[in-house]
């Protein structure tokens, strides 16, 4: 992957470009976490990708190197309570605007995944499949499925019995069972757990 996307805009006069994805929007327990990464242009990060297909120790690796090469980044999240308040896409965008809030250096313009706006104070470009086509949103989709998966662990220690360490907090035959076992901790995400909802409350 290469810096064609971003030297596309560059060449349109666009000098703090910033490439922006999330991670976290399927799970039944946990924040949505959003990054954003401002590169420099041509920076030399091997192997850098959609972070979904790349090992938890290849992306670990990559999370440092991005880190110290990024002109500026910022990893932020929107919690399972402000989830089930405003919706899960709704979530994402304040998790991303977030994000683009707590970089160093105000980006021109946004490269952001997906195909919805997240309303940011800037220029937005969304690219469908970017964390597969455009570097800097291959860097912010790392750093933010990073994050997660670093928070999940956490969350692991707090709720040993949940095995959010395994799982990720993803609707998992074994996260199933544990819930049923358990019933919900704060971190579940009751609007995605409506069925079982009302059963747990039961409890």
Known sequence: MDFEIEKEYCRKGYKMICGIDE?????LCGPVC???VILPIDCAI???ND???L?????????????????????AMATAKEIDEINILQATFLAMRRAVGGLSEKPDLALVDGNRKPGLD????????????CISVAAASILAKVTRDRYM????ERFPEFCFAKHKGYGTKLHYEMIDQYGICEEHRRTFLKK?????DGK
């Open 55 to 75: 090992s938890e120790k290849k992306r670990e690796a990559l999370f440092d190197e991005i880190c110290e090469k990024a002109v500026s980044y910022s990893v």
């Open 196 to 200: 079982l909802f009302g059963e747990q």
């Open 153 to 156: 662990k956490l969350l692991d």
């Open 23 to 27: 991670a976290g929007r399927g799970p």
């Open 34 to 36: 959003a990054a954003a």
């Open 46 to 48: 091997e192997g850098i």
């Open 51 to 53: 972070s979904k297909k």
């Open 122 to 133: 800037c220029e937005e470009v969304t690219i469908v499949k970017g964390d597969a086509k």
